[in-house]
């Protein structure tokens, strides 16, 4: 609160006017008013942390070999609009194929391209995201979302091949 200190007149001067002191104010409540917002600040950017998920990239050198069995590549084109096949581009175990995004397009065709991997082989299936310069970075956060959702475990990005873009031309996606 605002306080005032007025002296008590001395007996030896003159009575008249007095000096007043000029009034002090208390600033408790703006400190504690500082340290309340510094607090609510500290405490939201602590509990907003962001959300990533780990991506595995391969390793420049020589990447390991994994079966073509159980290789699932998706091609990422235009139009939010994806390939996928199963095995080599050359000769594919289940043919390529158009899908989009969402329940009924790239998660049903990953749910059953795992479930044909583990069913044949026995072994967890890897995929491999091919985007194209014709993508979007949305639709490449949105593929990984959707690999995620399916808890498919093994995944990587790497370039995408002439062989792959003459498939997304065929197909009129690129």
Excluded: H
Aim: a positive charge; glycine letters at 6%; charged letters at 20%.
């Amino acid at each position: 609160m605002a306080e005032m200190n007025v002296a008590a007149s001395k007996s030896g001067r003159r009575p008249g006017r007095s000096r007043m002191a000029p009034p002090r104010v208390d600033l408790t409540a703006m400190v504690d008013l500082a340290f309340l917002l510094i607090t609510f600040f500290i405490m939201t950017t602590t509990l907003n942390k962001p959300k990533i998920m780990p991506i595995a990239m391969p390793v420049a050198d020589a990447p390991g070999p994994v079966a073509a069995s159980r290789t699932m590549t998706v091609c990422l084109g235009k139009d939010n609009k994806v390939v996928w096949y199963l095995g080599l581009a050359e000769k594919p175990i289940l043919a390529p194929s158009v899908a989009g995004y969402g329940q009924g397009g790239i998660r049903r065709a990953l749910l059953e391209a795992k479930a044909y991997v583990q069913k044949t082989t026995g072994k967890t299936m890897m995929v491999i995201v091919k985007p194209a310069d014709s993508s979007k970075y949305e639709n490449l956060v949105t593929t990984f979302d959707e690999l995620d959702i399916t808890k498919v475990p093994s995944y990587a990005i790497a370039d995408i091949s002439p062989t792959d873009i003459e498939l997304l031309k065929q197909k009129g996606i690129y």
